[in-house]
């Protein structure tokens, strides 16, 4: 049984900043590929930030770039998105997601096959 678990949402003031984790349960977690998501109320699910299996790569959406870091601790079994310059645009509920071994890109969701539940992030201006 796979379980992702997000952490570290809350309300924060624009400007300000966050740190999400994710913390999962998946067998072997340094052999696969990883990314958050977001979705705001009455909007489709948006790529926010990818990394590979190793960290050597990294991917980000467009409006989060240059804001946004994501990262992962292998011993661990987890990874981190550290969100600065916070903007009321941010707000949403942010997923983790595991790729799937199939998947042909970053950034869609059906490349991913689990996925957590999800941490709130609401940005006041």
Not at 14 to 22: F, H, M
Not at 64 to 78: A, E, L, Y
Not at 100 to 114: I, K
Request: proline share 2%; charged share 15%; hydrophobic share 30%.
């Amino acid at each position: 049984q796979v379980h992702l678990v997000e952490s570290g949402g809350g309300l924060v003031q624009a400007g300000g900043s966050l740190r999400l984790s994710c913390t999962t349960s998946v067998r072997s977690f340094g052999n696969y590929n990883m990314a958050w998501f977001r979705q705001a109320p009455g909007k489709e699910r948006e790529f926010v930030a990818a990394i590979t299996w190793n960290g050597s790569n990294r991917y980000y959406g467009d409006s989060v770039k240059g804001r946004f870091t994501i990262s992962r601790d292998n011993s661990k079994n987890t990874m981190s998105l550290q969100m600065d310059n916070l903007q009321p645009e941010d707000t949403a509920l942010y997923f983790c997601a595991k790729q799937s071994v199939h998947a042909m890109n970053y950034y869609g969701t059906g490349e991913y096959d689990y996925w957590g539940q999800g941490t709130q992030v609401t940005v006041s201006s």
